[in-house]
């Protein structure tokens, strides 16, 4: 039995903010401790309340931060890294001309590893322990990506990409090699360490009825794996689907129809969707990952974040950074990006609601809230430290590095999120250990 | 006389790629000289040219850089330094709940000089070397930048804020003394060193008719200084002035009327203008500052740049970070939410274009192509030296330092404006002189 404690002021959420109250959402502790027992969360508590019961234990402090849970990426690619920022197109043109060739390249597993490797710093350094990750078509991609992130000890889920039409040849499969794949692929990897596997057909433009079919069965003999795919992300895309499959009844019907709806399923963007399938989603519990950055990128559109988060009708959202159709891996910068959206729509976030997408309601929205998400006990211990005042302009912003209110919080984990990005995660800790941390505080020797 | 010379790849514009060919818009020198005397531009060739005729002068060497003319920032409030990134409302709201109150701190002439010392700096750390400034309704509040931008050399254009009603008592004028301290504020500093005045409504709902007509008044006794307002950022904006102006044939004309529409006006934002509006403005030839950053970030609208820049009906365009509406000081990270503003239009933006109008576009907007903008002979010296490789994933999205022909660089500089931040800026140099350089660079000892 290991036993570890961290000093700090701590923020996690215990509910919604978008249905709760903040008073009843919101757990911060200016002077909290953290008790670890074998990289899980023993208790949470302030420091005065627990000092004594675990007066032995060292403790590793952080002044003049603040520690969150690990945030979670509920949407990203990491094949479309290099790829980032490519020029001048939509959604399908943008396929084509850029993320196809480089997809390509991950036939390669020496290079599908290396690649894998790089992106899992990056998500570590922007204080992402947690993704729903999309690889390539090759099933060696999915081997070298659950291959790094095994290595660092990492909560990711993964899954072969599915495509047997509209792509190169030398990205396409075929419904019964994907079904075999990836069947061979689940019982490889789902469930392996802290490893789980999702079923991912791209989208419904470059998977046949049939595959989608089979891929639908694959689901049912393995019910506790994910479904992971894109829908109603651009006009174009949808129109294309409804041209590709002129019997369904809509973009969401041809996922329906072949099984793929479920309390596992997650679909990335929802920017087009219809009223109807905004009720299916919520009747079927399933999930959208909102990926803000993305979707102005590329010109999709504003997704209806409020239509999600109705009281009515509520979805399952997660916050997604969509690397390489997002332009970061932060998730403050999509949180800041998901804030602007809703400004345009006439709505708004504030920064609890910003952060519960990122934390807890990111674990709700992959089902995983159960293992992760918060601070409560029992559960696993991704977590990073925050600097409010990593830059001058954010240290004029923020003042005090220690909010004595919900409302000062409220206001520094919004500047935080506004203008933050790698540089506020001071450190990030996987399972309790100390994972990442940035040389900028390595050198200056803060804590 | 002193000479200077100055080696690396260059980058600057001598047409406007919106109207040119790249060919005959970008001038790009993969290993080019930059000679300088007293200041000012002499030449700049490639290095194989000129290496000989000016072989005795020492040569600073910025090996695998890019370096550019100063990012010119059309927009910006420096008194809202430290409210940046302030939740949760649109325009109106935003101004009573946050603006206002701080600016009310300007009075403080020595607060004032501190946050002007800061905003400065955080504009020079950030690349731009020429801003058009919006200062507070308190004549040392002028005073104060303009001191401080004296002891740094730099061409600033700045001014008294004029407001004479619908703002709290403690920071109107009144039409008489906002044309006396206007009028005594141009005659001690405009053309003093570097820098030039501008007459500063803030806008029509909070100045009267009669504050605009003295303006418009001033306007014509000084008709070399610029006026500098907003105009049309926001619906319930352009509401708020029909009501407040009802003989007005629309938002702009209570400006026309007052005298205020000429070459050397510079109006901010423009997101709800009539079709009438741009016809005017580009009649008047007039310049918009066009604010992405902000323009999302209080849910103002997208901007339509196809039209301001189109061929039958130009309008004078810069690019504004229009800090504290503004979410960042980095003119690479507005030059990107423009480029988001455009793709949600459904248009695009070429990185040549964002960054002709950071740069030539932006002194051509504010009436400065004859002074700087670019590296021709006789122009002011204020240039950037950019890092393509500044962080780990622009490095990998960059592999070369140096782009070898003008699709590698479109391709280069779009990875950078959309990855780049204050970290890709690795120096900033004032008249030949260095003004900022990253303490990055200076520990690794680049060049």
Redesign the interface.
């Known amino acids: 039995m290991s036993l570890k404690a961290f000093r700090g002021a701590f923020l996690d959420f215990v509910d919604d903010p978008f249905y709760a109250s903040e008073a009843d959402s919101v757990r911060y502790l200016p002077d909290g401790l953290l008790l670890l027992e074998d990289g899980k969360v023993k208790v949470l508590g302030t420091y005065e309340s627990l000092q004594e019961s675990y007066a032995g234990i060292p403790i590793t402090a952080y002044p003049d931060r603040l520690i969150m849970p690990g945030f979670i990426d509920t949407h990203i690619h990491f094949p479309q890294?290099?790829?980032?920022?490519a020029?001048?197109e939509?959604l399908l043109e943008w396929l084509d001309k850029y993320t196809f060739p480089t997809e390509g390249k991950f036939h390669d597993k020496a290079y599908a590893q290396e690649i894998a490797s790089?992106f899992l710093?990056?998500l570590l350094k922007h204080g992402t322990t947690t993704a729903l990750v999309f690889t390539a078509v090759y099933p060696q991609s999915v081997d070298a990506f659950f291959e790094e992130a095994s290595r660092r000890h990492l909560r990711m889920i993964a899954g072969k990409v599915l495509m047997d039409r509209n792509a190169p040849d030398f990205l396409t499969d075929t419904p019964e090699t994907a079904y075999e794949e990836s069947k061979q692929l689940i019982e490889k990897w789902h469930k392996h360490d802290r490893l789980l596997y999702a079923i991912t057909p791209r989208f419904a433009v470059t998977s046949s009825d049939e595959q989608l079919r089979l891929a639908g069965k694959l689901l049912a003999e393995f019910p506790d794996v994910y479904m992971h795919t894109h829908i109603a992300e651009n006009i174009k895309e949808v129109a294309l689907v409804a041209e590709l499959f002129p019997d369904s009844k809509g973009y969401l019907d041809v996922y329906d129809r072949a099984g793929l709806v479920g309390t596992k399923s997650v679909f990335a963007h929802g920017v087009q969707l219809t009223d109807a399938e905004f009720q299916r989603l919520s009747e079927a519990h399933s999930t959208i990952a909102f990926c803000p950055t993305s979707n102005?990128?590329?010109?999709s559109?504003?997704f209806n974040l409020k239509k999600a988060k109705s009281i009515d009708q509520p979805i399952k959202v997660g916050l997604g950074t969509d690397v390489g159709g997002g332009?970061?891996?932060s998730m403050l910068e999509t949180a800041?990006e998901a804030?602007?959206v809703?400004?345009?729509?006439?709505e708004?976030l504030?920064?609890f609601q910003a952060l519960y997408l990122a934390t807890l309601g990111g674990a709700r929205a992959l089902s995983l809230e159960n293992t992760l998400g918060n601070f409560e006990p029992g559960k696993e211990a991704d977590f990073i430290v925050l600097d409010p005042r990593a830059t001058?302009?954010m240290a004029?912003?923020n003042p005090s590095a220690i909010a004595t209110s919900l409302p000062e919080l409220?206001?520094q984990t919004?500047?935080t999120?506004?203008?933050g990005?790698d540089r506020a995660i001071h450190a990030t800790y996987i399972m309790g250990e100390l994972a990442y941390e940035n040389e900028a505080y390595r050198q200056t020797g803060a804590a």
Do not use: V
């Open positions: 890294t290099e790829m980032i920022a020029y001048g939509q790089f710093d990056e102005l990128f590329l010109g559109g504003l332009t970061s891996f800041s804030y602007k809703t400004q345009l729509r006439g708004t504030s920064s001058p302009l004029r912003r409220a206001d919004f500047a999120i506004m203008l990005d």
